[in-house]
C-alpha cells in the first residue's frame, strides 16, 4: 500500500535548522515528482517545494526561497526539505506530496509533521 512517512518536525528557535524527511513505499518513487506543502491554523495548505521526478528541477514559493532546500535520494525513495534561518512564520505542519509526473490526478499525500518556530 502507498505510504509516505514524514519525519524530523519539532520544536527550533528562531534561527535554526530542521531537516525534514519523507520515506515513500508501494509507488515507482521514482516516477513522482515531489512536493512539501504547509499549513498554519486557520491558513490554506500552501506549496512550499517541488522536485522533479528525476530531481533536475526545483522551484520555491518567494517566502523560503534562499532558506530551504528540497532534495531527493531516489535510491532511498526518500525526499528532504532542509530548512535554514527558520522564522516564527514558518511554524506550521508540514506535508510531504506525490505527483505521477505524467498522470497528474495520482496523487499521495503524508500525514503531516509539526514544525513550530518559537523562542
Known amino acids: 500500500q502507498v505510504q509516505l512517512v514524514e519525519s524530523g518536525g519539532g520544536l527550533v528557535q528562531p534561527g535554526g535548522s530542521l531537516r525534514l524527511s519523507c520515506a515513500a513505499s508501494g509507488f515507482p518513487f521514482g516516477l513522482y515528482a515531489m512536493s512539501w506543502y504547509r499549513q498554519a491554523p486557520g491558513n490554506e495548505r500552501e506549496l512550499v517545494a517541488r522536485?522533479?521526478?528525476?530531481?533536475?528541477?526545483?522551484n520555491y514559493a518567494d517566502s523560503v526561497k534562499g532558506r530551504f532546500t528540497i532534495s531527493r535520494d531516489n535510491t532511498k525513495n526518500t525526499v528532504y526539505l532542509q530548512m535554514n534561518s527558520l522564522k516564527p512564520e514558518d511554524t506550521a505542519v508540514y506535508y510531504c506530496?506525490?505527483?505521477?509526473?505524467?498522470?497528474?490526478?495520482?496523487?499521495?499525500w503524508g500525514q503531516g509533521t509539526q514544525v513550530t518556530v518559537s523562542s
Open positions: 522536485i522533479t521526478s528525476a530531481g533536475a528541477s526545483t
Open positions: 506530496n506525490a505527483r505521477h509526473f505524467r498522470v497528474t490526478t495520482i496523487v499521495y
